[in-house]
């Protein structure tokens, strides 16, 4: 599962010369499949991006949909692990959520190639590629109960009023945030993302005690 606020601690043991070979090739195919979508991305465009044969590429993949689904895991985790990043050092409730907000003020030019691969990946498998639209709706529910948490815990500590609704707000901020996100991409301008961030911020400001 991957969650917004909290990091993935994994062991990173010393990788041999295949698994750095496979780590590569994960890493070089990740933004085309955020760039061009699942269905978008062929076999050939990652042996071109790679530079590596057929041959290798399945030594370390059974086939597409397996290269797929470890291509969509790196995604979700290099964004997880950055929105960590950037609300880790935050002490109060109000700046953990501005800063999850400030985290997609430029939609344009991302962290990663293409845009946000949460929302890429949602609207590229929804009909498509039912195991991965599983691993986007897990990556929504726990986002969304990360704020959730995050707002729960500004009430608790006298931040904010209990008149905040934690799930309401909580799925307005991720609906907005990505709705924002393509929204803006497709018009090619940050400004409106801007916009939005203010005004969420300036709402949340409403329930400050």
Known sequence: MVYLFRAIKLRVPML??????????????????NEKGISGVHIDDVLAATKLTKGCL?????????????VIDLLLKKIS???????ADKKTAKAKIFAFLDFYKDPINTYISGGCPIF???VDADDNYPVIKQKIAGVFRAGQQDLINVLVEGITNGEFSANL??????FK???????GIVMCRT?????PMQSLIKSLK???EQYIL
């Open 202 to 204: 300036a709402e949340l």
């Open 16 to 33: 041999t010369k295949a698994e750095k070979t496979k780590q590569f090739i994960l890493e070089t195919a990740a933004p085309l499949y």
């Open 81 to 87: 692990d950055r929105i960590y990043m950037a609300v």
């Open 58 to 70: 399945y030594g370390h993949f059974e086939n597409k949909d397996d290269l797929s689904g470890q």
């Open 165 to 170: 609704d934690p799930p309401v707000f909580a």
């Open 120 to 122: 890429n990946t949602a």
């Open 173 to 179: 901020l991720m609906a907005s945030i990505e709705g």
């Open 187 to 191: 018009m090619d301008t940050a400004k």
